[in-house]
């Protein structure tokens, strides 16, 4: 057994596969596509591309070593263009809206899995050909040389590092945990992994040699420990635990449908943090109260290209149609700083957290920000949308958000497509400016929503990317929590709502605080929300005053 410590990034127990995302290898992602005919029309390029490579070599092979042994050329050419091969590929690009690469990759996996199944020994050795033949067709598709492999069932993967577009693009349906040898607590991917309600751990700083791909894996999520190969002994406690722990889930199904309400009778809301519509089965099944956080970036981020207005407003509405009413609160477009997207071509920053990101991009980009307020406009007269800006520093920036708001409804209203006008709107409070202002912007929104993970790297001046300084980076600080109160006190003097959309949120030792503060409302991730009802449904929050001064 070989046994790894790093850092809990999302509790619970996983007991699966290793998959080594090597340096040289390209996971086949899985991509939504806009347009399955030229995704189609793109596969047919690379097959005949592949068909001409396969004349050449037969050509070649024959020359060199003879017919017989050249003929295994000819066979590959009659696979590539075998006719329920390619229309099984076809069929899952137009039928998935997914892009070809992974079209193959599944197609390759049926079939190999259908040829080994098979008696006759001449058969079963055609698996390997379609494999074969299949890493020639994503090759010429993507252009790269790197093996390509699809990911096993109950994948847990390990790498060195992930970063957000890397781990939004991987299948989720197939993941079920993750380890890295870098990263921190707050960074995206962990975020990322906690919203997916799956075990991660961190900061390993142990490279596993390739001969432990496919191993057997634990991951521990609660106490940052993996185990591979593990003994029986461990597995054995492990199951136990991963038993409780289910046992724990369902005590707290009992709590769904209840109030999120003090002991002393104060409610709250609680709502959920979302990276897309994959999540909502999470955010029903956790009985979420609204959506408070809904980082569209990921949309962004999952695509190879930008996503198109129309794209987006199926997104947007798919989500507030879902939530049949209950609040959706999309952030506009944070990218920049770990969140990079090669598409948008952002330059290399010395220091890019303080650099050129979210709103900055939007204020200045300003084509893909209309494209993104018209997708959600439009998407308003299907629920009850709030929208909120990232990285807010400065009133002026608020007004400028609301003339480019003003233009995208003119228009949406000259063109006679229907939109919610008073679609509530807010800003997200997560640099130290906004806080020190809250009373100058609370004025100009409905609704401030605190991001703490932001708040705390900029409050504390520590990199949350940077698991060294998490010692450093203590988000329960006197400072960070006197913020918090000055946003809420300034929100509530000047009319707006306030709620806290930061990893803090769902710290359930500072519940207490929140509600003595008065916030409003709380978003954390979907796993998070029954854990956090039963807290506030025990608390009771009586003087106010004492309890804001233990804190602060
Ligand atoms: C935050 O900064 O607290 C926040 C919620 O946004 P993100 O984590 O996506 O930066
Ligand atoms: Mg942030």
Not at 173 to 195: E, M, V
Not at 212 to 234: L, M, R
Not at 352 to 360: F, K, M, Q, S
Not at 503 to 510: R, V, Y
């Amino acid at each position: 057994m070989t046994v790894l410590h790093g850092k809990g990034a999302s509790g619970g127990i996983a007991i699966g596969v290793v998959k080594i995302q090597f340096g040289n290898e390209t996971c086949i992602k899985r991509a939504h596509i806009e347009n399955a005919e030229a995704e189609i029309e793109r596969f047919r390029l690379a097959k005949e591309r592949s068909l001409t490579e396969l004349k050449e070599l037969y050509e070649k092979a024959l020359g060199e070593v003879g017919e017989a042994n050249a003929r295994i050329f000819e066979i590959h050419q009659m696979m590539t263009d075998d006719e329920d091969y390619t229309e099984a590929i076809e069929n899952l690009i137009l039928s998935q809206q997914v892009n070809a690469e992974y079209a193959v990759g599944v197609t390759s996996d049926n079939f190999a899995e259908m040829f080994s199944s098979m008696d006759d020994d001449y058969m079963k050795e055609r698996a390997a050909d379609v494999c074969d033949i299949s890493s020639r067709l994503i090759k010429n598709l993507s252009g790269s040389v790197a093996k390509a492999s699809l990911l096993p069932e109950n994948a847990i993967i390990f790498a060195k590092d992930l970063t957000p577009s890397e781990t939004v693009q991987l299948d989720k349906d197939k993941i079920i945990g993750f380890c890295t040898q870098q990263g921190s607590k707050n960074s995206h991917t962990s975020i990322l992994a906690r919203t997916m309600g799956v075990p991660a751990v961190c900061a390993t700083e142990t490279e596993l040699p390739p001969e432990f791909d496919g191993a057997e894996a634990i991951i521990d999520g609660s106490f940052g420990t993996v185990y591979i190969n593990p003994t029986p002994d461990i597995r054995e406690k492990m199951i136990v635990r991963q038993n409780e722990e289910i046992r724990r889930k369902e005590l707290l199904q009992n709590l769904k449908g209840k109030e999120n309400i003090t002991q002393n009778g104060q409610k709250i809301n609680l709502y959920a943090n979302i990276g897309g519509p994959s999540d909502l089965g999470e955010v029903l099944a956790n009985d979420a109260g609204g959506i408070g956080l809904f980082r569209s970036e990921f949309l962004y981020l999952e695509s190879d290209d930008y996503p198109g207005e129309e794209a987006q407003f199926q997104c947007y509405k798919k989500v507030l149609e879902c939530m049949h009413g209950k609040k959706v609160i999309v952030r506009t477009l944070d990218i920049g700083a770990d969140k990079q997207i090669d598409y948008f071509h952002l330059d290399n920053e010395e220091n890019p957290a303080l650099g050129y990101r979210a709103i900055r991009i939007c204020l200045t980009r300003t084509d893909i920000f209309k494209t993104q307020l018209r997708a959600l406009y439009r998407a308003s007269v299907y629920g009850n949308l709030g929208i909120m800006f990232p990285m807010i520093i400065s009133e002026e920036e608020i007004s400028e958000i609301k003339e480019i708001i003003l233009q995208v409804k003119s228009e949406l209203a000259n063109a006679g497509i229907p939109f919610n006008p008073d679609t509530e709107i807010g800003i997200m409070i997560e640099t130290p400016a906004s806080v020190m202002i809250s009373d100058i912007l609370a004025k100009e929104v409905d609704f401030f929503s605190i991001g703490t993970n932001d708040l705390t790297q900029y409050t504390l001046a520590a990199d949350r990317q940077n698991p060294k300084l998490d010692a450093f980076c203590d988000p329960h600080h006197k400072a960070i929590l006197r913020m918090i109160k000055i946003a809420v006190d300034n929100a509530h003097k000047n009319g707006a709502w306030v709620g806290i959309c930061g990893e803090l949120a769902a710290d359930t030792s500072l519940t207490e605080l929140f509600l003595a503060m008065g916030v409003d409302e709380l978003s954390v991730s979907p796993a998070s929300i029954l854990p956090l009802r039963e807290k506030i449904r025990h608390t009771s929050v009586k003087d106010r005053r004492e309890i804001i001064n233990k804190f602060l």
